[in-house]
């Protein structure tokens, strides 16, 4: 299937949901700050509970160091997720691009039938929908998530799939070192075991096993269905519109190496890209 390449054509005044100069992609929504801030005060949290409560006053530093390390390189890669996730452009369509000598430059044939946006005036590529907190049309779009302030898109959806990944992995850690350390404080009758006082010391670890459990559950759907959905090559926007099937659909795996690139320990880095599509001489992308 070829795809026609947009990004070509944008404009270079074209700052809208940009900052920082037009480096990052920024989403000026003020329910979506607010969750992506206590999307972060939570993990502080957890942080602050995992270590000044359950592994620094631990007498076991064999056990503490080997928790400590597995605890903040996945805290590390969630956040460093989170960031690009929120901060990358999922795949905006150029605003206000539908116009004949734009077209004209698109290659488009005549009489050629092409799909228009009426909220932002662009020519919508195949399986892109318009999304009303962005304000911009996103190609394979999925869904907007509040809690990373952006849609997830073409661009940012392996950023969202790693952040929704070490989001649970660490909410399982956080239980599991919770619910050993109120059993060690038990059995050593409090003494020893923390450097807060009981009460304070089991209303932490309660908090922290509550935060633990309900994240731990609702990452986990959440990786599940987008992992559903690269497998079918559906988004889930496709799946809840029940749109029929206008693009040629990819096997499995090659849908997984669209979002992921090919196989490698890279799949589980935020810090590196999937393998650009190859671009043919007529300006078309080729999936």
Same mark, same amino acid.
């Given at each position: ?44 949290? =957890? ?44 795949? &905006? ?7 004949? /000598? ?46 990373? #302030?952006?849609?997830?898109?073409? #661009? ?32 050593? /009758? ?18 922290? &096993? ?13 990786? =599940?269905?987008?992992?559903? =959905?690269?497998?079918?090559? /559906? ?7 029940? /749109? ?35 671009? #043919?001489?007529?300006?078309?992308? &080729?999936?």
């Amino acid at each position: 299937m070829m795809e026609y390449e947009y990004g070509s054509f944008r404009k270079e005044s074209d700052f809208h949901n940009r900052c920082c100069g037009g480096v990052l992609w920024c989403i000026r929504d003020i329910c979506g700050i607010i969750c992506a801030i206590l999307t972060w005060l939570l993990i502080l949290y =957890a942080e602050f509970v995992v270590m000044s409560v359950i592994l620094i006053p631990s007498p076991y530093p064999i056990y503490s160091i080997i928790n400590m390390i597995i605890f903040q390189t996945c805290a590390f890669l969630a956040l460093t997720s989170h960031f690009k996730t929120m901060f990358t452009d999922p795949g &905006a369509v150029p605003k206000g691009n539908a116009t004949k /000598e734009m077209i004209k430059q698109m290659g488009f044939r005549e009489g050629q039938v092409i799909f228009k946006c009426p909220k932002c005036c662009s020519i919508k590529p195949d399986r892109a929908h318009h999304c009303s907190v962005c304000q911009r049309c996103i190609r394979k779009m999925d869904h907007h998530c509040p809690w990373v #302030n952006n849609c997830v898109g073409e #661009n940012n959806q392996k950023y969202f799939v790693l952040f929704t990944f070490y989001i649970a992995t660490i909410s399982l850690h956080s239980l599991f070192l919770a619910v050993n350390q109120f059993l060690t404080c038990v059995r050593h /009758e409090w003494k020893g075991c923390t450097s807060y006082s009981p009460p304070a010391t089991v209303v932490l670890l309660l908090f922290l &096993a509550f935060e633990a459990l309900l994240f731990a559950v609702f990452t986990a759907v959440m990786l =599940a269905t987008q992992v559903q =959905a690269i497998w079918t090559d /559906e988004t889930g926007i496709e799946q809840l519109k029940k /749109e029929e099937a206008r693009w040629v659909k990819k096997s499995r795996w090659k849908s997984i190496q669209a979002v992921f690139g090919r196989f490698s320990l890279l799949w589980f880095s935020p810090f590196a890209r999937p393998t650009p599509k190859f671009k #043919n001489e007529c300006g078309l992308y &080729a999936v």
